[in-house]
């Protein structure tokens, strides 16, 4: 059904920019409503009482990527969940590992684009565009892996996350040795299901609540 | 499985640019293949000699779009066949109809966002947010109508182009009278089954043929 | 939901025949309304002024077939589409190919089979019953393909038209060169999706607006 | 894959026709191998010895048929699994009922169609055909019963049988009650569901088997 | 939606134990209303006066189970389909057969896994735990039997099963042929697809009329 | 495929029961392979010196449930990893909610019955044993949650949490007011969505990793 105007998320950080000179609200030339992302989310819950390190956290997202994302605002009802869920993706995403920050940000816009997740595919579509210097790649990320070029390891990889995010009960021991015959370790394994099982969370969480991604990330790594 | 190089199309028009002084050919700093679009597709079926008025409509695209759609290219082995189908394509997508041209771009896209379509989501992508003047209700076509804000008419057309493409077999005369409802003459529910229909028809024959956009689409409509 | 009688078409041409003397309108002894075709499609669209290229194309179906197909009369409220419909559908399936006629209503049959497509079946099984001899042949291309005899080439053709069907998005060169294996050239590839893709989009525009086969089809060929 | 031909079940009761003057075995004119059913089925299993009861079931069915249905002979190779079969399909289909014999044959063709059974769409679509006298109620039995018109109690009892087939276990108090209150009883709930409960075994084990249906079948009732 | 109370079965053998000193009947202590299985199905049909070979057969029940399996109390209002049910089940499920009573249950549980079947998995899970003396290997057939060790023959048999559940339409002599080489004969294909049709049988009838296993299945072999 | 033995996680604390007297290792009487739990996971991954937070973690396990969870295990070869993800967790299902514990555990174990997931059905079915004092709503929770009596709003609260695993993409507002309307806070429906995502993730990186449940699981709250 036609999608009603969430309501406001109290903590919207960024405020909306007023509509420019030419501009005019609500439906403009086209027809279709204006696409904006002014709310964070559709549930309605009040700001919690950040703890000192949550609030250096998010100053930090400020001074390095000029804003904090959504996805964190979300979880800012509740000091203890942001904290949770702050450390649990940082220590995923970030921490040494055999996969780089590019194969886990693919992973995450490949899995997001089988649960077709608005907020995790512009997210992290930005993400790949940034890191791997190719807005095309980020493209095909989000549209269709399978038509990427791509090395016979890093398709194994996409392989598995999609087989674990469409029939993960169908996954047995070869499922694993063909991850092994393209040289990942056991280790390896472990983190490539970390990643795609994380945004098979991430994504549902994200469509239950009606994410919506800051703006600002559709035009990176363009 | 991993992408094997397809075959060159030998129709390829638009010159591929040599690698630049920063650039190796090949595995990139990312570690991964560098995506580009040189080839149309991956059938190698040589240009059969043009008509006149195909020739002529090829450099019509060259002077007003600056390049001739690699589909064109995919039909030109055939020049009844390209003529055919550029016949019926602009009849469907450009002629007279109470659809405006974003809205059946908008059903382009979406229909393609069902099957995946790598090369249509690309070009149609591009056009609506073209014809919208809005590059984020481009990327929502692409990832997730139902997150996009739209008026009930629009949602009830899409939605009706998206029962077409996963279960025609289920629409009934209760589908036709919901668009009814919202407004559609006989006529418009004739067009949007036509333009729904059709890119049925493109994303198949696109994924069968690995055909593959033009790399000038990713950047239009930013 | 229970079917309500579609709204008549005026560009039914077949006069629908009155009831017999043993007949009665409506429910028949068997308790169960009769099925007929007296409508076109479900949709409302006064007929357009055919063009005398049109009207002579008629006329030869109805001279050769005994009847125009009610695809036709589907198109026939606008005669640039109708124009356009049948150049494109008579360069697919008639023109030369490495494809034989035969092998081009299979592709037909079975792909409306996965889509559950009344029109198509009915009037291209009657021609696949027509075009082989063999009436057991159509019957089983419209219930399950996969349980005729053919020719490892035919299967394959098939096979990957049910693929392009129903799971287009997955297909790659692997896909491709089992077509080549079995000896298709790249044509004939180009051939097999064209044919695939077409009863893609027509088996949709078929069942959105509930077309009827013409009664005739279903005795052709028994 | 392609279609090995079928073990030959020793019970193949209806002899062979030799090829006729005009006619050659193997490969026909079309190019598409003969579809025959002189097989039972792709298990060799031995006829067992019929006890008299079912050795006159069967002289019944040739004198009232003229021929055994092969599923009979399917399961001939013992006699107790033959009269167990026997006598559960003979009070499923023929007893008395609140459901007409044709509604039960429609459940029959409705569900196999789901489920794309060639031997059982054979075999009753020909019931149906013959039962209610129309030849294209059969034929949207097989194809789309969707698009039949249908009585809203008919179309109730068919959508029922299709959620049963399709996804049984969602079917709650509130499907029950919707047939009763287009004026079915508990009683012949349960007739629906034991008829299409039936079929969804007959399909599978006709699939797993290649059961083949007699030849005779197709003609019937057109 | 929530599930409404169903209507009392009248054939229910086993009263209803009056709640205990220290139980409220309704909501108890958890907040969710206790599960019973005080009723035998959600259709209102009355005893049918039962034959002497019947009323034996439930006493014989009665005598070794210490119940009536609540599946014969639903069918015993009509005595013939009551004795035609018994005699086939029993023949399928007891007589003589390559494959032991264990791996026939085993098949049972795994296709109401895949049906998602409450009665016959309660039933028929005790049954794998009390064969195989193995409770864990009951969990597993009910949860996903891909998780469980087993032998390449059991393997090879569930998977068939699943696969004629799924997908019976795509089994051909490939599958067959799976079956002959891990070792089982052309009558053990036979027995394996009659097992697992007649559970697709019994799961839909069961979830078609909201069937409920007798309480004391739950504890048996655990 | 049949399952090979999976490779021994050296973190495996329990350890194995030798056989006793009369059990044989390998296959026993009924020809199953025996079901055992020896192992945590498929991946051989040596464990981490762990925090003295940590070990205290594990030690308090023991004492209050006499068994350090497999889950835990599982991730104790990285103390970041295992912090994190037990920090996550015991927030997620213990700290306070609107939702009970035992709903947190319905809806956990509704989430792995979609996805099969044989590790967490079998350790939060036990939970919902043990916490509702009623066994059999743990098996309708594992087997098929829609055949439990349930109040309104818990079947509310499942229904949402089952969307949202097979069709996240699907939801929309009126999902969200589906759960308003039957009594839920939005932190309420914040709460049931991070549960359900929860073990979206949890399940798939379970199987993706065969996790094996402590054994001890299956006999609790029978």
Chains 1, 2, 3, 4, 5, 6 share one sequence.
């Not at 009040?46 to 400020?62: D, G, R, T, V």
């Not at 095909?140 to 598995?160: E, G, I, S």
């Not at 990942?184 to 394994?189: L, P, T």
Request: positive net charge; aromatic residues 10%.
């Amino acid at each position: 059904m036609a999608k009603k105007p969430s309501k406001s998320n109290v903590l919207t950080y960024a405020p909306q920019k007023p509509p420019g000179p030419g501009e005019k609200p609500g439906q403009p030339a086209s027809g279709v409503p204006r696409q904006d992302d002014a709310h964070v989310m559709a549930l309605a819950l009040p700001p919690a009482q950040l703890s000192p390190a949550m609030e250096a956290y998010f100053k930090k997202c400020e001074e390095k990527l000029g804003f904090v994302p959504n996805v964190l605002l979300a979880y800012a009802f509740d000091n203890a969940k942001l904290e949770a869920f702050a450390a649990f993706y940082n220590d995923l995403m970030l921490a040494p590992s055999g996969l780089s920050k590019l194969e886990r940000e693919m992973i995450a816009v490949v899995v997001s684009s089988q649960n077709r997740c608005y907020y995790c595919l512009t997210a992290h579509g930005a993400a790949v565009r940034t890191y791997s210097g190719d807005p095309v790649l980020g493209e095909l990320m989000v549209m269709n892996y399978r038509a990427a070029r791509l090395t016979k390891k890093q398709r194994a990889m996409l392989d598995f996350a999609v087989k674990m995010t469409n029939e993960s009960w169908a996954i047995e021991e070869e499922d694993r040795d063909a991850l092994r015959r393209v040289g990942f370790s056991d280790r390896d394994i472990f983190d490539i299901a970390a990643v795609a099982g994380f945004f098979n969370m991430s994504n549902r969480v994200a469509s239950a609540t009606d994410m919506r991604p800051n703006a600002v990330y559709h035009g990176q790594g363009r």
